[in-house]
């Protein structure tokens, strides 16, 4: 099998890299690092196709270091020991860099194994991760590293690497290519700021394109088809995946209606119809709540409906009920009031029901005062009647506040009149 473009147009030098000014540009913080040839430990942060692997490549050459690479899905505890009894074979006057990619699948024991090679200096680390390192790398490799967070690569930024492939294509094949106006910009779009992506597309295009009297062309059609749907990132157990549900649910909550219909075709566009139906109805309950109850069931209704028809129908009533979401009133008075209630319980403060509110007991012969006293509210005016519902050491307690819209203020006002009254 062939090498990959990606890999045959791999950089070699910094200049070489697509993106990362921010940290690469000169004067930025990991560019003076690598310049100065006084390597630490390091943590790369970020998707997958923007250049982490590669710069850790560059930093081995530039610094004289032997380059070790480990990949986490395929590496466990006798890979990683066994680069350590090879410390003294290799010959690195600058030492080891070990590249370990994919850090997030090694767990706790097989981190630690590293530990103490690089606290003595022994080993300089790389390990590259595209989920959050705060969650998935063990907090004493995280202490003894630096982390840099690298960024998707902006089209801008990917097309003067598209040019490029097609350069390099031209030269290796030997023989003329060309291609429609629109296709570079395009392929640079569609790569999902993946610039390894990119270069797959531009080798595709080049493969599948027709000779036309003597010259290869690749048409904007035919790179349409080609990158169709790679232009989204969507890993249903990572970060893209929660940062999409999370830009969902805040657009409803924020009444953008655009955006959240955005996030709803790329949650829908991956196929994942059940997590989008249960931020929706999580956001009916949360962020609209009492200021349109019956928001609820009509979410629910089109939620029901749309895991009934199935994709691509249910984008329909789901579009419905996020336009609906959007922009209704918004309340979180419920949820805030429950949310009081549950911290009085976690800390400790709630004690005996009182006895008018128990189920019925026996009063024993040393109860001086028998009888449960239940006010029922239906035998009286507006059914309803003042009597103590919380715990004694509760009493006074205020969890649940109106909440400003016209639904919320139509009952305060008709508790006010009712209780006023009875007061």
Known sequence: MSVPLAERLRPQTLEEIVGQRHLLAPGKPLRGIIESGELPNMVFYGPSGVGKTTLASIIAKQTDRHLVRLNGTTA????????????????????????????QYLNKKQQQTLLEYIEKGSITLIASTTENPYFYIYNAILSRSTVFEFKSVVP??????VERAFDFLRQERGEP????????EHIARACGGDVRKAMNAVELCVLSAPMRDGIRFVSL?????LTQKSAMRYDRAGDDHYDILSAFQKSMRGSDPNAALHYLARLLEAGDLPSACRRLMVCACEDVGLAYPL?????????DAAMMVGLPEARIPLADAVVLVCNSPKSNSAYLAFDAALADIKSGKSGPIPRTLQNVHYDGEDNPVKGQFYLYPHD???????????????KNAEYYRFGDNKTEQAAREYWNRVKHKEG
């Open 76 to 103: 466990g505890t006798a890979e990683i020991k066994d680069v350590i009894a090879r410390l003294d074979s290799f010959l690195a006057p600058n030492g080891i860099l070990l590249y370990l990619d994919e850090i």
């Open 156 to 161: 801008s930024d990917v097309v003067p690497a």
């Open 177 to 184: 290519i060309e291609s429609e106006s629109g296709v570079t």
């Open 221 to 225: 059609e035919a790179a349409a088809e």
């Open 295 to 303: 928001i609820i069931p009509i979410v629910k209704a089109a939620v």
């Open 380 to 394: 009286y005016e507006n059914h309803w009647t003042a009597q103590q519902y919380l715990p004694d050491a509760l």
